[in-house]
């Protein structure tokens, strides 16, 4: 009878000493906040001259992107020879931002002809709190220029709102008022346009805020500065760019900021203590590091003003419902045949205590999901060490994570469900082996195995194709722990018990309301299956794309070679059960859609484990040699690149990224 007393899993820092983190030199918090407050004070510096010289300081076009969200009652864009203009609908709002606090401010609205033979008398005009003013109507091509009090300004937004008559054209319905060709803000009589207090209080805030997380992590101080600076470069960047949305981006970035910088003042300190049993403090430390940079990677695309997940329409529908009472959500699935599937509840009540925050929705939802699927790059980067691999590996399987190009696109879809599914795995998988290694005696045994229950029954309610592959996969990991031996019978009992306990409880709170229809539905695709001649090669080449899209073509053969040393390396029975069944589960779902074209994404599953395969590989065998070390270092910045560019092409400017992966 095999005991688990011969399975020294945990803890694995004393086993794997790659990197001497104690001799690091640690950041000084005096310093980083005197670069922060350097940089604070170059960014107002580069701002004012630079709004200095511009005339005018903010300028609204009607095609500008930036108008789907300043704009409000009016008409789509539309050209002819004077250029771009829009109609108001009658009541129509502009938001505008200002950059600057000019002392003699002046607004221009630029107007176009009349479409119509009409001759109102007069259109109402608003700015900010003032009285409407009377502006006699003029049917020819005109510009109104408006002195505005300074204090106009020291409210963001702006708001301009027009007032009109309507009437109709020809056959088009639309009522129609004033024809709208821009709107600018200009400023007379002074040499120097100083920034807005409000932009500088915000740049300032992030800077900081970014100055007291490093703190507090304790990076070295080269590492710590070369953020800062970074942070401060991709400031200048965004005021460049993005001068009409720039103070709401940045108040958005701002409150992430703060958020994180909490979190890891609040949480890191437990962290560190009761984290010790898979790796170092300083090690803590680093993927926490790795963590915060891939919440900022995903944030700083997810709280873009213009960025609309493609899914988030049904997402904010499934939120509502569930506040409303709703739990029980059906629609038709892609991945079953467009047969009818239930949406489980699990991750909108896991978002749902933040609207106290008085967030909106789209915010919590994006945002929300951003921070799940980035902190997962934490615990990959823990269950990486759980599992055996050396501290370097571990920080390389984060931070692989942290880029990689998939993950990104199912954020740019906005599958709000699976991403929190999934971010459940890695902390399933490490909680496994940690229970799986406790003697019954020990006193945190029984409350292990409650939280394995806990994690997988949460898991069991985040997403329908989550529950099926992380039940398969629970299952597998028993069974390859029973045929290993890999604990005594008690702990293997106890594991059952878990498993059944997490399933009986999704079973009752929501599976068994829907059993019936989720039969009938299995027979029809049954149906559907068995009535076909076979699954043709087409098909089965859009497979095989899907991994060259998910990893690349150097990445699979890194993956495969990766996938063999992890297996060929000693490994406890214990881990062996969790990586073993892992993959097992990801090919049982390939062989599954190789057969019947019925999907799961057991691609999207298979990445945490991917990438520590692949950190095992190089840390083993790469890094081995000055030429290894290049090569290495140089595809890893590729894959960050393409993932890099390829979301914020999405999320700047709309490009839709490959859905080829997304499925499986």
């Not at 864009?77 to 004077?82: H, L, N, P, V």
């Not at 024809?179 to 740049?203: C, D, K, M, N």
């Not at 089965?540 to 063999?564: K, P, Y």
């Amino acid at each position: 009878m095999a005991s688990s007393q011969a399975v020294p899993t945990l803890p694995l820092h004393q086993q794997h000493h790659s990197w001497h983190w104690a001799r690091l030199p640690i950041s000084g918090g005096p310093l980083l906040f005197l670069c922060a407050a350097l940089l604070a004070v170059l960014l107002a510096g580069w701002q004012t001259v630079r709004l200095s010289q511009s005339q005018p300081i903010q300028q609204l076009d009607p095609a500008d992107p930036a108008t789907l969200v300043l704009l409000e009652g009016f008409h789509a864009a539309e050209y002819d020879q004077r250029g771009v203009y829009r109609w108001t609908a009658g009541d129509a709002t502009i938001q505008l931002h200002p950059l600057a606090r000019p002392a003699t401010p002046i607004l221009q609205l630029q107007l176009g002809p009349d479409a119509t033979t009409r001759a109102p008398q007069s259109f109402a005009l608003h700015i900010g709190e003032a009285p409407a003013i009377r502006v006699p109507f003029d049917p020819r091509p005109r510009r109104y220029q408006l002195a505005l009090p300074a204090p106009a300004l020291s409210n963001a937004p702006l708001v301009v709102r027009l007032q009109s008559d309507t009437t109709t054209v020809g056959n088009d319905p639309r009522p129609i008022g004033l024809r709208f060709e821009g709107l600018s803000l200009h400023t007379i009589g002074y040499r120097v346009v100083w920034a807005s207090p409000l932009l500088l209080l915000v740049q300032a805030g992030l800077l900081f805020s970014a100055a007291l997380t490093l703190r507090r992590i304790q990076l070295p101080i080269g590492i710590s500065l070369a953020a800062l600076v970074v942070i401060g470069g991709l400031l200048l960047l965004a005021s460049e760019a993005l001068r009409l949305l720039l103070l709401p981006y940045l108040t958005r970035l701002l409150l992430a900021a703060l958020l994180l910088t909490l979190l890891t003042l609040v949480l890191l300190p437990p962290a560190e203590r009761h984290l010790r049993l898979f790796a170092p403090v300083p090690l803590i430390r680093v993927l926490w590091a790795v963590a915060l940079l891939a919440c900022s990677v995903r944030l700083l695309g997810s709280l873009y003003p213009l960025f609309t997940a493609f899914d988030l329409g049904l997402n904010l529908g499934r939120l509502e419902k569930t506040i409303f009472g709703d739990l029980i959500v059906t629609s038709r699935s892609l991945e079953f045949r467009n047969r009818t599937t239930v949406y489980p509840p699990g991750p909108y009540l896991i978002l749902m205590p933040a609207l106290l925050l008085e967030l909106t929705p789209k915010l919590l939802v994006q945002g929300g999901v951003a921070l799940a699927d980035g902190f997962t790059a934490l615990s990959v980067g823990l269950l990486a060490r759980a599992v055996g691999s050396s501290s370097r590996a571990a920080v390389l399987a984060a931070v692989l994570y942290a880029i990689n190009p998939l993950n990104l696109t199912v954020l740019w879809f906005g599958l709000t469900a699976q991403i929190i599914g999934q971010a459940m795995m890695p902390p399933l998988a490490i909680l496994m082996l940690l229970a799986l290694t406790t003697p019954p005696a020990d006193p945190h045994y029984r409350l292990r195995w409650v939280s394995v229950a806990v994690v997988l029954a949460a898991s069991l309610l985040s997403h329908i194709g989550v529950a099926i592959i992380a039940a398969v996969w629970v299952c597998l990991v028993w069974l390859l722990a029973v045929l290993h031996r890999a604990a005594d019978k008690r702990t293997l009992r106890d594991f059952a018990g878990a498993v059944g306990a997490a399933g009986v409880f999704g079973f009752v709170v929501l599976y068994s309301v829907v059993v019936l229809l989720k039969f009938e539905e299995l027979l029809a695709v049954g149906e559907l299956v068995t009535g076909e001649a076979g699954v043709d090669r087409d098909y089965h080449h859009l497979i095989w794309s899907s991994f060259r899209v998910a990893f690349t073509d150097w990445g699979l053969i890194l993956l495969a070679a990766g996938s063999v040393l992890l297996g060929t390396r000693h490994r406890t029975p214990p881990q062996q059960a969790v990586l073993v069944g892992w993959v097992l589960t990801a090919a049982l779902f390939l062989c599954i859609e190789w057969f019947t074209a019925l999907q799961v994404r057991y691609l999207y599953f298979l990445v945490p484990v991917a990438y520590i395969a692949i950190a095992t590989l190089f840390d083993q065998a790469v890094w081995r040699t000055r030429a290894g070390l290049v090569g290495a270092g140089t595809l890893i910045g590729w894959v960050g690149l393409y993932g890099l560019m390829i979301w914020y092409l999405g999320t700047f400017f709309d490009v839709m990224m490959d859905m080829t992966a997304l499925v499986r």
